[in-house]
């Protein structure tokens, strides 16, 4: 049954959705969406160097997105860079240095746009086994500090005063983005995995009451995207991480047509 | 009755007071300034006390201290082991991108079971706020929520940095009366920051003046007539404030520094007020 490349793609892309999912509440939540996508970006040289050495593509990006990940906390210290400016310099040198490395590495160069934009058909069953692993772990982890996290992201002070390692759990968090990001990879691509984190997030946010509801709805958002993108992938013959893309997106606006853009406008105090 | 005496003696025994926190020689800088300087204080169980000082006088700074949200640069601040403590921030607003119900911002750092968040909003009278949104909320039903949230943990010390702000005159007594009413039922000690003069008196036993060090402390009538209280708060305290005293010892530059007063430093002084309307002792360089 695996064998079938189908399954392995839906499979493999409900995973991943269902992790985005309640992370891309946190990514929407904090204000982070730059964060995940210098990230992502970051992730062309973990494959370039992967391949290069011979590693796993997927170990490459998860070294070296965690190390982007560490790079951003570090320049955070220094107040004379503008956080923007940091998350900018690093996404796109990055990404340059990745594209440049990408060039000396013999074959990669055919490959680059299904790493940029996703090929989910072509995941074979090793890939199916990092993803799973890659989800199952940062499911657990993000579970795990999900009091703590969201403490943290309602009022930091009151989160630490309270007993709450808020420093800790923030960086664990950017570790949960950066591994979610090297599962990604393969089923949108780089350049679209922050789409992933924070489209169904945000249709979800019309819908819930809760912290937990939302993320719970985001999940779901994020599997039916994937599906529904496939599908779309196949009867058109689109390529797979766009349509992913484009059919979140769509639920988005199904979602806020659904529930009236115009009632929705006036709760909004503040 | 004779078990308690086992677990120690600083609790109840010889009727000592039971310290909560407390901070000494503290100096707090931000950037290589300093914003706090010098500061001795401390609070015990069953205590209101007070922290009143003009913008930017290092109110929070010292709540924040005490609370190890910030370093001490020299000297200490900390709460004694043990304390449990619910804090009320200074601002706190939840972003209409996260939706969080009243009931679950009072589980935010422990789970609680349902009765007991309906009693600790019961309490400072907002269980009609129970299903609503956080973002939705006033300034005053903010606050009182974040009180009920603070009491919800069963704290031993209250810290509640500007609990009025947002609230009407007579929510504010309300409040203040409530405030007083949880620290005699439950023995709390309560610190306080507040830049409202009045209403405070009434409410607090403690007062601590603070302007970048402290520049008086004690029970409200003391501090109330004390010639720093009356620097910082000349004329608005004048007013109101029939009999005060006046007489120099220290003066403030404008980075509240403490300077000499024979240095004429009273030209940049930007809180000396009242020279015209009392008399004040004869000192050599002035007039």
């Known amino acids: 049954m695996l064998d079938d490349f189908l399954v392995r793609a839906l499979l493999g892309g409900v995973m991943v959705a269902l992790v985005a999912g309640p992370l891309g509440c946190f990514v929407v939540w904090r204000r982070m969406a730059y964060f995940g996508d210098t990230m992502a970006h970051s992730a062309l040289l973990g494959v370039s160097l992967g391949l290069l050495l011979s590693v796993q593509p997927v170990v490459g990006v998860a070294v070296v997105v965690v190390m982007a990940a560490l790079a951003l906390f570090w320049l955070e210290r220094f107040r004379w860079l503008a956080s923007d400016t940091a998350l900018g310099m690093l996404a796109h040198g990055s990404l340059a240095v990745g594209l440049v490395v990408a060039s000396t590495v013999p074959g990669l160069r055919i490959d680059l746009m299904s790493y940029l934009f996703g090929d989910i058909l072509a995941i074979g069953q090793q890939d199916l086994a990092w993803i799973a692993a890659g989800a199952l772990i940062t499911m657990l982890t993000l579970a795990l500090i999900w009091r703590d996290l969201l403490a943290a992201t309602v009022q930091a002070d009151l989160a630490k005063a309270e007993g709450v390692p808020v420093a800790r759990v923030r960086l664990v968090f950017a570790l949960l983005v950066a591994l979610l990001i090297a599962a990604a990879m393969k089923v949108v691509g780089i350049l679209l995995v922050t789409a992933l984190l924070i489209i169904p997030a945000a249709a979800a946010r019309r819908v819930s009451g809760s912290p937990e509801v939302m993320a719970l709805i985001s999940a779901m958002l994020g599997a039916v995207s994937v599906a529904g993108g496939l599908a779309l992938s196949l009867w058109i013959d689109s390529p797979s991480g766009p349509s992913i893309v484009l059919s979140a997106l769509a639920l988005f606006v199904l979602v806020i047509a659904g529930t009236g853009l115009i009632a929705g406008g006036t709760d909004r105090r503040r | ?287």
């Not at chain 2, 509640?160 to 949880?182: K, W």
């Not at chain 2, 501090?223 to 007489?247: I, K, M």
């Open chain 2, 1 to 287: 009755m004779g078990a308690a005496a086992v677990i120690g003696g600083q609790e109840n025994g010889t009727g000592g007071r039971h310290l909560l926190a407390h901070a000494r020689a503290l100096e707090v800088r931000f950037g290589g300034r300093p914003v706090l300087s010098g500061v001795d204080m401390e609070i015990a169980a069953g205590e209101i006390v007070t922290i009143i000082g003009p913008n930017g006088s290092g109110k929070t700074t010292l709540v924040k201290a005490l609370l190890g949200l910030i370093p001490a640069a020299r000297g200490s601040a900390q709460l004694v082991p043990g304390t449990r403590i619910g804090y009320v921030p200074q601002r706190f607003s939840v972003d209409a991108v996260l939706p969080l119900r009243v009931d679950r911002l009072m589980t935010l750092t422990a789970p609680a079971s349902a009765s007991a968040i309906g009693a600790a909003l019961e309490r400072v009278g907002v269980s009609h706020l129970r299903r609503a949104d956080v973002a939705s909320l006033s300034g005053g039903e903010t606050q009182r929520v974040l009180l009920a949230r603070a009491l919800l943990r069963q704290p031993d010390l209250l810290v509640l940095d500007e609990p009025v702000q947002g609230v009407d005159f007579a929510g504010e007594a309300a409040l203040y009366a409530l405030i007083g009413e949880l620290r005699d039922e439950m023995g709390l000690g309560v610190l306080m920051v507040s830049h409202d003069l009045h209403v405070v008196m009434a409410a607090t036993d403690q007062v601590l003046c603070l302007n970048g060090h402290i520049c008086c402390a004690g029970v409200p009538s003391d501090v109330s007539r004390h010639p720093e209280f009356l620097r910082l708060f000349g004329r608005q305290a004048a007013a109101t404030l029939a009999v005060y005293r006046h007489d120099h010892d220290h003066d403030h530059d404008l980075h509240g520094h403490v300077v000499a007063d024979d240095a004429d430093g009273d030209t940049a002084s930007g809180h000396h007020h009242g020279h015209d309307h009392h008399s004040h002792r004869p000192q050599s360089g002035h007039e």
